[in-house]
């Protein structure tokens, strides 16, 4: 990732965002300032990635479905940090390359939920976010974006809310199942709450 090249179109976004969206960002103080963190979100629609991104304080890096990763897009992607991620089965490369970043002590950003949810309601999140900031040892920031999905907004408008929670320590956790579990359970309560506290569903 060139952080310049980074800085520079998170300017442009958060301009354009707080323009045409009203971008609102909640408890950005929330992201540690260094060490590995997983930006754990729920997950509305394609915006997501870009809203979130632009709200926090530190560059994200973020895994995203292989099929986002198209020609031209794909590179944009890729030069902003992503990197892709075959759902369906364990993409070995996508785990060791996000492993890789938090030992680099850099910022990863997952939707546990693995898809999208247009009705804004949390879907079940999948272990594998957790299991990786504890392999990783990581902080997870929660996190809620909220009025993503523009087809559901009133007036014309729209109203995007990123909210970032209070970091969950996942420090002294062995990685077992049952750690795992409770962890993944921990953070999806938290989105919950973030969710209902700033007008969601």
């Known amino acids: 990732m ?3 090249w980074y800085r520079f179109v998170q300017l442009l976004f958060r301009v354009l965002f707080s323009i045409f969206f009203r ?17 754990a979100s729920n997950h509305v629609s394609l ?21 986002l990763f198209v ?6 992607y890729r030069s902003l940090g992503a990197f892709p991620v075959h759902r369906g089965a364990a993409d070995t490369h ?8 938090l030992k680099d002590r850099k ?11 247009r009705t804004g309601k949390l879907g079940k999140a999948e272990p594998g976010a957790m299991a990786i900031a504890i392999k990783g040892k990581a902080q997870v920031v929660p ?3 909220l009025g993503s999905n523009l087809g559901a907004q009133k007036g014309f408008w729209p109203h995007i809310k990123v909210v970032f929670g209070q970091p969950i320590s996942v420090f002294g956790a062995e990685g077992s199942k049952k750690d795992t579990e409770a962890f ?18």
């Open 94 to 101: 996508a785990i060791r390359h996000a492993l890789k970043l």
């Open 143 to 145: 996190t809620a974006i």
């Open 47 to 67: 915006l997501d990635p870009p809203m979130i991104g632009t709200a926090a304080s530190r560059p994200i890096h973020f895994m995203a479905k292989s099929e």
């Open 23 to 39: 971008l609102e960002t909640i408890g950005r103080e929330n992201i540690p300032h260094e060490g590995p963190v997983v930006i």
């Open 107 to 117: 910022v990863l950003g997952i939707f546990p939920e693995g898809h999208r949810i």
């Open 71 to 76: 020609p031209v897009l794909g590179t944009l």
């Open 184 to 201: 993944t359970e921990e953070l999806m309560g938290e989105i919950s709450r973030l969710i209902k506290e700033n007008g969601g569903i």
């Open 2 to 4: 060139n952080l310049m």
